[in-house]
């Protein structure tokens, strides 16, 4: 049988077999000496702030997150002090807030269905265990609250609510802005005192919250000077999770005429001339 030799005019192979593939470097990437690696780009658009952002806001990948104790705790969260910066750079560091929803907190689902009515959870097995008050219905539970008042301080800062700043989401930790004055906490709004001008200014900075929130169908449902901080002469509104949806909830006049009475009280108990009912009136007619 005849071997087969290529024909002297048959060209070279123009596919000649690729290189042997380089090794790869991998390169392990530490957790910073203190802290965690900022979780931004971690998170969804959807989970970080509105735009356009304060300049404060640090996106940087190479941005540490560091614990610097707790601000305040409660029944369904605790507020840690967070610093988000860039070690190497000075002018990207920043302080946060960092509330953190706790599971075994959410017991007492009798309170919380007051805010929760009207709320419509989409998954049916989280409903069921939110009805029969089980382990996975309290951790259901502090994602919902977390995610609750995420989306009401997002809508509140994009509707001119004085608000902290949301920075960002993350199950049931949220990130916002850290409201201080001269480095510290701003106190609350209950433990200030005031000149009648200054009260009167406070006054009208809560109804213009008060108006601006029902004007979106919204009442506080918890509001009182201790969910108001004094940040110099600007108040700011906190503790959103249990805001109600006034037109959907059936307890929501009731409880937009409860935030009246203790704001309108507090006031007229400091001396200034102002009325709760003429308050909830006000705001009932912005609902519609």
């Known amino acids: 049988m005849p071997e087969h030799t290529a024909r002297p005019d048959t060209p070279a192979n123009p596919h000649p077999a690729d290189p042997a593939p380089r090794p790869v470097d991998w390169v392990t990437v530490e957790d910073p000496p203190e802290g965690r690696w900022s979780t931004w780009t971690s998170v969804t658009r959807l989970s970080r702030g509105p735009e356009p952002r304060p300049s404060w806001v640090v996106t940087a990948d190479a941005a540490v997150d560091t614990e610097l104790g707790v601000l305040k705790s409660g029944k369904e969260a605790v507020c840690h002090l967070l610093r988000r910066a860039v070690p190497s750079d000075p002018d990207r560091d920043s302080l946060l807030v960092a509330k953190r929803y706790l599971d075994a907190s959410h017991r007492d689902f009798q309170r919380s269905t007051v805010y929760t009515e009207g709320r419509r959870t989409r998954n049916s097995r989280d409903a069921r265990a939110l009805a029969r008050r089980s382990s996975h219905g309290r951790a259901v539970a502090a994602g919902q609250w977390a995610q609750a008042e995420w989306d009401t301080l997002v809508r509140l800062w994009q509707a001119g609510v004085s608000v902290p700043y949301p920075v960002q989401v993350d199950g049931t930790e949220i990130l916002m802005e850290y409201i201080a004055v001269d480095g510290e906490a701003a106190p609350r709004l209950a433990d200030c005192r005031g000149t009648r001008e200054e009260l009167r200014g406070w006054y009208d900075q809560v109804v213009d ?40 909830n059936p307890n ?37």
Do not use: K
């Open 209 to 248: 919250a008060m108006e601006r929130m029902a004007s979106l169908g919204l009442a506080h449902g918890d509001l009182s000077p201790y969910n108001l901080l004094l940040a110099g002469s600007r108040v700011v509104v906190i503790d959103l999770p249990q805001v109600v949806d006034v037109t959907v």
């Open 252 to 288: 929501g006049m009731e409880l937009l005429h409860r935030d009246c009475r203790n704001v309108g009280d507090w006031f007229a108990r400091r001396g200034l001339d102002v009325d709760a009912e003429d308050l909830f009136g006000r705001l009932v007619a912005a609902l519609w």
